[in-house]
Every structure is written in structure tokens, then in C-alpha cells.
């Protein structure tokens, strides 16, 4: 069975970081890729950045230069740092891993 446990949302002010961080509870996290999405309100859920288990990442052009992701396979557990974040930023971000996903963190960036 696998868990994705996402956690680091908050409220921050527009040019503030945020580091979000999802849990995985599942014994193929070292070969899996895993994804960031975000959905805001009234919006279709929209895929942000995504790491390979070779670390081969990529971005949304809307977030490239201000969003890094990471992963730590001895933790189990991905990360995105964002930095200079944007009001446009606000959103609930999840994780997912092979179709699994979590309950998601809420950002909210005031401006």
C-alpha cells in the first residue's frame, strides 16, 4: 500500500519560501517518479515539477527559476523549496507516486 503524506504549507508573503515536503510510505520510493501538483480554487489541478528516481527534474514554465525538487530515498520523502513566491502561487499542492496521492498542504501567499 502506499501513503503520501504531505506537510510545510502555510501562509507566507509574496517573495517569502516555503519548503513543502511529502512522506512516502512505500518500499519502491527509490525507483518511483514522483510529482508535485497544485490546485487553486475554482481551477483544474495543474502539475508543477516532477524528479525521476535518477533525479531527472522538471518544472511548469510557470514556477521554473523559483521552485526546486528534491528527493532524499533514505527518508523517503520529496521536497519542494519555493522561493519568491507569487498571490498566483496560492493553491493546494499534493504529491503523487504511481497514481497514489496525499491529502495535500495548503499555500497562501498574500500579497
Known amino acids: 500500500q502506499v501513503q503520501l503524506v504531505e506537510s510545510g504549507g502555510g501562509l507566507v508573503q509574496a517573495g517569502g519560501s516555503l519548503r513543502l515536503s511529502c512522506a512516502v510510505s512505500?518500499?519502491?520510493?527509490?525507483?518511483?517518479?514522483i510529482d508535485w501538483y497544485r490546485q487553486a480554487p475554482g481551477k483544474e489541478r495543474e502539475w508543477v515539477a516532477s524528479i525521476t528516481s535518477a533525479r531527472y527534474r522538471n518544472y511548469a514554465d510557470s514556477v521554473k527559476g523559483r521552485f526546486t525538487i528534491s528527493r532524499d530515498n533514505a527518508k523517503n520523502t520529496v521536497y519542494l523549496q519555493m522561493n519568491s513566491l507569487k498571490p498566483e502561487d496560492t493553491a493546494v499542492y499534493y504529491c503523487?507516486?504511481?497514481?497514489?496521492w496525499g491529502q495535500g498542504t495548503q499555500v497562501t501567499v498574500s500579497s
Open positions: 503523487m507516486m504511481i497514481g497514489y
Open positions: 512505500a518500499r519502491t520510493f527509490s525507483t518511483a517518479a
